[in-house]
């Protein structure tokens, strides 16, 4: 598969959609953890933290496989 058509892909598009949702989720629990500390002391943030940091994380990794496989098809293609 060169990577025109890997770019046009169902697994593609699956990915850049799954992403999109990620970093959705991701600003939306970056806006309440803003909102959060702004009516409470930060040590109670602590409890929500980690749970951002997960979320972070599986948003690289996911972009992550993403350039990969585009780097891979790209290299086919040539």
């Known amino acids: 598969m060169n990577h025109a058509e890997y770019v046009f892909s ?37 409890h929500f933290l980690p749970q951002l940091i997960l979320e972070a994380a599986g948003t690289l990794a996911l972009t992550q496989k993403m350039r990969e496989s585009l780097r891979e098809a790209q290299e086919a293609s040539e």
Not at 20 to 30: E, F
Request: aromatic fraction near 6%; include cysteine.
């Open 10 to 46: 169902d697994e593609h598009q699956s990915n850049i959609q799954e992403l999109r949702t990620k970093c959705d989720g991701l600003s939306s629990l970056a806006e309440f953890l803003k909102q959060y500390a702004d009516i409470t002391d930060l040590d109670s943030l602590r």
